[in-house]
């Protein structure tokens, strides 16, 4: 009989710890009602990423990067006709003939400029403001450079509303990089350009990296690596072929 009851006791304390339990879980569905297309968007990201394993020598990512590709809403940063395609694991329309790179690419890039938490980071082809979304979740400053000022516009007002303030965005050529702010630990580039500019190797730091599609609309272009040595040494890496948005302004 008190076995009976203590069982009977135990399925009620069980039944009404499970019901706060329940209320949370659908809380968090209704708060992030995308969470579950992102989570596909990683599983996309993953299987890229060993499909290239051997190009750009990694089998996995760094856990907070794919922590990163998880959490920022990437249907806030496309048009509204697109956002139903926000998590399809390819490039989208951004307007102005412009493009919001496949998330593999941005986590891939991310990942090239191992990005640690007391970095200051240049972006050059701020877009959508998405990669700069995604950097001011793993570093401490994001710079970014966008030379339509339409959409340097829109998307420091985007980045501010989603609450990304590390984040400090200014319409200009990216060529010249940012003197005031130099140098960085890492810079990435958003745009194929036709050559490593050099403004932005001065800009980087001894021990730094950037990435950065180098090619033309005419050509092939490769995702490159750049690394500064400690003693101020460059090398270059081609890892793999990638199609980007041409480079604009007065250097192309
Ligand atoms: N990182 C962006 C992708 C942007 S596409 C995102 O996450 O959405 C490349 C961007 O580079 C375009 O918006 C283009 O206008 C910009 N761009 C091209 N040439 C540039 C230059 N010289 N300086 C700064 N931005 C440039």
């Known amino acids: 009989m008190q076995m009976k009851q203590l069982t009977l006791f135990l399925v009620l304390i069980i039944s009404i710890l499970s019901v706060p339990a329940g209320i949370a879980s659908d809380d968090l569905r209704a708060s992030d009602p995308r969470a579950e297309e992102r989570a596909g968007m990683i599983a996309e990201i993953e299987k890229d990423v060993r499909d290239t394993a051997e190009l750009i020598n990694r089998r996995s990512f760094d856990r907070r990067v794919m922590d990163a590709m998880g959490s920022v809403p990437r249907h806030e940063f496309v048009p509204k006709n697109q956002r139903r395609n926000a998590y399809d694991n390819r490039p989208l329309p951004i307007g102005r003939g412009q493009t919001i790179s496949q998330p593999y690419i941005v986590a891939l890039m991310t990942e090239l400029l191992e990005p640690e938490p007391a970095d200051r980071v240049l972006e050059i082809g701020t877009g959508s403001g998405y990669q700069a979304a995604i950097l001011s979740k793993l570093v401490s400053e994001v710079f970014s450079i966008e030379i339509i000022t339409e959409l340097a516009d829109d998307s420091r007002q985007r980045l501010q509303h989603l609450g990304y303030d590390n984040v400090r965005v200014r319409a200009a050529d990216g060529y010249d990089g940012w003197p005031e702010e130099a140098p960085f630990d890492s810079i ?39 690394e500064k040595s400690p003693e101020g040494e460059v090398t270059t890496r081609q890892l793999i072929p990638v199609i980007f948005v041409p480079f604009t302004g007065g250097h192309q």
């Open 188 to 226: 990435i580039v958003t745009a194929a350009i036709s050559h490593i500019p050099p403004p932005l190797v001065r800009q980087l730091k001894p021990g730094g990296r950037m990435v950065i599609p180098v090619g033309t609309r005419f050509q092939t272009q490769y995702l490159t690596l750049v």
